[in-house]
């Protein structure tokens, strides 16, 4: 698999926990045991295991929902999937998957389901992003965005708006990033989303060390 970027990613120049080497020593953690990645912390290789775990139980149910008509069940499954790759930092399978789901989905344009198009287009954002092909990602979110406010589907125009911002980010936009995310963090706030209002928080933290504006 490629190597995983994480988001967000400290300013050139700043050290973090980012930095260290992949089985880097940290004050405190355990040894492996024998046979392992001696270094790595053991809570580390545990959370890679109950992922790859669920991994495999979500590919035996996708694998059976293909051999029925349940189509939404089926993205939902394969979007957990791609979700999951992205996680194990396996970008070329998140992309794989993403985009199968995606040819399910492209069918609930126009229905009751279209909802769940938009979270597919978004979720092949942070795949793409951190693949770097930025581009790409900005098609599909750019489609979801639109669908979303089509829809009136105030959760996925947030989503779009905030990988959006990571993607502007990332082609060096920074001003611009600052700005689509903002607009991000006021539809979280207007959700009362916790979780969305504190992502969109951290990406505008570091844009602003970024535009050096730390007093923000």
């Known amino acids: 698999p490629r190597r995983c970027r994480p988001w967000p990613r400290p300013p050139r ?8 080497p992949w089985g880097s020593r940290r004050a405190g953690s355990r040894s492996a045991g024998p046979g392992g990645p001696a270094d790595e912390p053991i809570e580390s290789l545990l959370t890679v295991q109950s992922r790859r775990d669920a991994l ?7 694998d059976r929902l293909l051999q029925t008509n349940d189509r939404v069940s089926l993205v939902k499954v394969t979007n957990q999937i791609a979700e999951l790759h992205l996680k194990l930092c396996d970008l070329d399978s998140a992309v794989t998957s993403a985009l199968a789901s995606l040819e399910v989905a492209r069918q609930f344009a126009g229905t009751t389901d279209a909802p769940l198009l938009v979270h597919t287009l978004d979720l092949s954002g942070p795949s793409y992003i ?11 979110l750019n489609q ?3 669908l979303s406010r089509s829809l009136k589907y105030a959760r996925g125009e947030a989503e779009s708006l905030a990988q959006m911002a990571i993607a502007q980010f990332e082609l060096g936009k920074h001003a611009e990033a600052e700005q689509t995310n903002n607009q991000a963090l006021q539809i979280w706030q207007r959700l009362q989303d916790k979780r969305g209002e504190a992502q969109a928080l ?6 602003y060390i970024v535009l050096d504006q730390i007093e923000q």
């Open 144 to 146: 979801a965005l639109e």
């Open 13 to 20: 120049g700043r050290r973090s926990r980012w930095d260290r």
């Open 130 to 140: 951190r693949r770097n092909e930025i581009e790409k990602a900005l098609n599909e």
């Open 202 to 207: 951290s990406t505008q933290g570091v844009i």
């Open 56 to 62: 495999a139980r979500l590919t035996a149910e996708r």
